[in-house]
Structures are given as C-alpha cells and as structure tokens.
C-alpha cells in the first residue's frame, strides 16, 4: 500500500497456481478462479492500451536456440531470442542430429493408449523410452560426461508405470533422472527432458486431446530443456485429433517441425526398432 512503484513478475503463459480440490468445489464460478490474478491483471492493461505498463522478457537464457524456437513459435508469437553467446554453450555431445528429436509412434501396432482409472497409460512408449535412456547412459559412459535428465508425462499413471518399468535406482543409479507429471516440473528445468505425449489412437479425427493440448501445460512441458528435447509420440494422430473450443497446439507445433526439417531430427519407429 505504501510503496511508490510496484512490479509483479510471472508468465500467465504457463500453468496457474494450483487451487486446492476442497476450495474450489466451493466457488461458484470454478472456471473464473482458475484464471490467475496476475493474467487477469496483464489483459486488463493490454486491453486498457497501457502497453508502456507491461515488459515481456525477448530473450531465452535457458535452452539451445531450435528448442527454444519450437515454444517461442507456439506460445510466443515468435517473440523470443536467442544469442550467440547464449546459443553456443547450449550444444550437447550426443549423436542425435539435433537438440530437439521426435520419436514417431505413428507406425507402431501397439502405439494406441489405454485407459487407467482416471488417467491414460501407454506401455508402448515406455518401451521405446527405456532403450533411449539405454542409449544416453551409454554415451554418456563413452564421452565420460553427466547430464541430469527429466521424463514428464501429462498423466500420473504414466509417471507410475514408467517408474515401474525403467528401474532407475537399479540401472541408472549413478545418474541424476527424474519422473513427474508436468506440474512437478514446472519453474525448474534439466539438461535432458523426455517428454511423453501418451495418447495415441487408431481414431485420429474423433479422438479428443484437451488435457494434454492444454497450452500452459504443453508450453512447461517443452521448455524445461536446456540441451536436448525429446519427445514420444504418435505424431499423425496427434496433428489430427481434436481439441474442444480451440486450437489444437500439437498442430502448429508439428507442422513447424515438418517445415524445418533440416533443424529437427525425427525418428520413425516400426517393429524392427530405430530407422
């Protein structure tokens, strides 16, 4: 009240504060209380023509500049930077041909998601997400270096059956390897992200994606990187399944990736393994 100037910092392009069950379940307007105080604050100065009042960060600081371009397209307008200077210590010593590298799901005869409780599980991923730890773990003995990696998943029967499977305290015990849903993510990041789209289905253009297209939680999901981005997925069905009341962000994202390809590496998956 009595400070003379007063600045609030944050990103409304990501996820909100969480609300806890027992409060919302009591406010009448649950969708208005998922709205944060401090988007509503940033609209209602855009919208009031006060732009001298808002400033919006132009460069990225923490990833590699294809993966920040991969977000920045999506969810920025295209509005962050990256430097030289910044760009150049953010190179990993890997084989693959980017720092951003898609494993395409999308002819896989077990590509297609199950249903688990409440979330979704997918075995198929998993399969191929332990053969890539596999294959970071030996590269990472041969070049006699260490990167922290992190796996997110959007449902948490996921991150349980992926904890279940891959054995990290057993085979990966000597490296530094989270797994969480994204909201466990969000406001850290790792040199390594594996990001597990899960959903995948033989019923492309009926099927519905809002959790997992959510854009705050997709925007975390793809920016927690620094080096490498990973992703697993099933890429065809995820350009055409659809999203209730508004874009599909999965769209644009690949269809970027497709347009530059030179840029990304995709890896098509089939039964005999890596192409």
Not at 26 to 37: H, I, Q
Not at 86 to 109: E, M, P, R
Not at 154 to 162: F, G, I, R, S, V
Request: hydrophobic letters at 35%; glycine letters at 4%.
């Amino acid at each position: 009240i009595k400070a003379k100037k007063l600045i609030l910092v944050g990103d409304h392009k990501q996820l909100a504060p969480v609300i806890d069950d027992d409060v919302l379940e009591k406010l009448d307007d649950k969708n208005e209380a998922k709205t944060s105080f401090f988007q509503r604050l940033f609209e209602r100065i855009e919208s009031a023509d006060r732009e001298n009042l808002l400033h919006t960060l132009e460069y990225n600081y923490r990833a590699e500049r294809r993966i920040c371009d991969l977000y920045s397209n999506a969810f920025y307008e295209k509005k962050l930077k990256t430097t030289d200077a910044v760009n150049a210590k953010k190179g990993h010593s890997l084989s693959f041909a980017s720092s951003v590298v898609w494993y395409d799901t999308g002819k896989l005869q077990d590509k297609e998601d199950k249903q688990q409780g409440t979330g979704k599980i997918n075995p198929c991923n998993v399969t191929i997400i332990k053969r890539v730890l596999s294959q970071l773990k030996d590269e990472m003995i041969q070049k006699n270096t260490s990167y922290d990696i992190g796996i997110i998943a959007p449902y948490k029967a996921q991150t349980e059956l992926l904890r279940n499977k891959l054995a990290i305290k057993k085979d990966f015990a000597d490296y530094k390897i989270d797994i969480g849903t994204v909201d466990s993510f969000q406001g850290s990041d790792r040199d390594i992200i594996i990001y597990d789209c899960v959903r995948s289905s033989k019923l492309k253009q009926k099927a519905k994606i809002d959790f997992i297209a959510e854009e705050k939680r997709l925007n975390v999901s793809l920016s927690r990187a620094k080096l490498l981005l990973i992703i697993v997925g099933d890429m065809d069905f995820l350009h055409q399944a659809q999203v209730s009341d508004k874009n599909n962000p999965f769209r644009s994202i690949i269809e970027y990736i497709a347009q530059n390809k030179d840029a990304y590496e995709i890896i098509e998956e089939k039964s005999n393994g890596r192409k």
